[in-house]
Nanobody, 115 residues
Framework: QVQLVESGGGLVQPGGSLRLSCAYSGSLFSILAMDWYRQAPGKQRELVATLTSGGTTNYANSVKGRFTISRDNAKNTVYLQMNSLQPEDTAVYSC?????????WGQGTQVTVSS
């Protein structure tokens, strides 16, 4: 059974940093891409960052230069390093793993940026 478990969210002051983790387990073969999404209250879910199997990364314009997606194959974990956080980054952040035949989601972790 495939499981994705996010962690690392919390409350941080503007300008601060957080690192989110998404630990995955199960039969995850032929991973095409790993993504981080976020959804703020009253807003649509937004794709924040993508890491393809070939190592290509893509970021939403709103987070370019501040967020970094990475992967540790030995730990079966994908990370989202978030720096210079702003109140508008407040949202539930979820990871998604896309295989050739389907995709899987984690349960999400809350990030709140507030003074």
């Amino acid at each position: 059974q495939v499981q994705l478990v996010e962690s690392g969210g919390g409350l941080v002051q503007p300008g601060g940093s957080l690192r989110l983790s998404c630990a995955y387990s199960g039969s995850l073969f032929s991973i095409l891409a790993m993504d981080w999404y976020r959804q703020a209250p009253g807003k649509q879910r937004e794709l924040v960052a993508t890491l393809t199997s070939g190592g290509t990364t893509n970021y939403a314009n709103s987070v370019k230069g501040r967020f970094t997606i990475s992967r540790d194959n030995a730990k079966n974990t994908v990370y989202l390093q978030m720096n210079s956080l702003q109140p508008e980054d407040t949202a539930v952040y979820s990871c998604k793993i896309t295989l050739t035949s389907r995709h899987y989601w984690g349960q999400g972790t809350q990030v709140t940026v507030s003074s």
